[in-house]
């Protein structure tokens, strides 16, 4: 079975352009979250989408938003990019909501970098 | 004030040289533990999840243990396909569903 598999995997825009990701959770999982991990430091939560409903979101400004389709595929957009969201960008999906302490299952990524 | 707090930030050993690693915790409605292994460019792979004081959980080389306060991930007699960046994550209540990470700690094991 493929695993959680994430678009592009890297990545280079100009400050002030916008960028979209997007992430396909294992099959059969419904909840999908997303992770900005800056070098050197551990990974920080974005947002949790669970039957295409946002269930979590992290202390990200609103330049940051994202969505989940029918399907459960998720795109994460960061507008007017600023130097400091040069990142990793990790998508992790589980079977339900992770109110049952589910584990996550992490892609590879999505490196980031902003000039 | 950080909530997950790992040490060593960096660990060198030999091959078949013991260690632990430590990942300390300041959260009050602690639901689990989770440890996980990242390797450069990839992304974090699930190890262990430990939910209560005293539990115990092992795999190949590795063991995780969990105190009210902190939780070690020992390796016994490490080969250098053990070296990777070692996370611990949180879930607590005060959270929500998120997982809160230590910085990790990069592990080197050299032959």
């Given at each position: ?6 678009s592009p995997t890297h990545l280079i825009k100009t400050r ?69 969201d040069s990142a990793l960008y990790l998508c992790a999906s ?12 992490f892609g590879s990524g999505t490196q980031l970098s902003v000039? | ?111």
């Amino acid at each position: 079975d493929a695993g959680v598999t994430q678009s592009p995997t890297h990545l280079i825009k100009t400050r002030g352009q916008h960028v979209t990701l997007r992430c396909s959770p294992i099959s059969g999982h419904k909840s999908v979250s997303w992770y900005q991990q800056v070098l050197g430091q551990g990974p920080q939560f974005i947002f949790q989408y669970y039957e295409k409903e946002e269930r979590g979101r992290g202390n990200f400004p609103d330049r940051f938003s994202a969505r989940q389709f029918p399907n459960y595929s998720s795109e994460l957009n960061v507008n007017a990019l600023l130097l400091g969201d040069s990142a990793l960008y990790l998508c992790a999906s589980s079977l339900g909501q992770q109110t049952t302490n589910e584990k996550l299952f992490f892609g590879s990524g999505t490196q980031l970098s902003v000039l | 004030e950080d909530q997950v707090t790992q040490s060593p930030e960096a660990l060198r050993l030999q091959e078949g040289e013991s260690s632990s690693l430590n990942c300390s915790y300041t959260v009050s409605g602690l639901r689990g533990l989770f440890w996980y292994r990242q390797d450069p460019g990839k992304g974090p792979e699930f190890l262990f999840t430990l939910y209560s004081a005293g539990e115990e959980k092992e795999k190949e080389r590795l063991k995780a243990t969990l105190t009210k306060k902190e939780s070690f991930l020992h390796i016994t007699a490490p080969k250098p396909e053990d070296s990777a960046t070692y996370l611990c994550a949180v879930q607590a209540w005060e959270y929500g569903n998120k997982l809160v990470f230590g910085a990790g700690t990069i592990l080197r094991v050299k032959s």
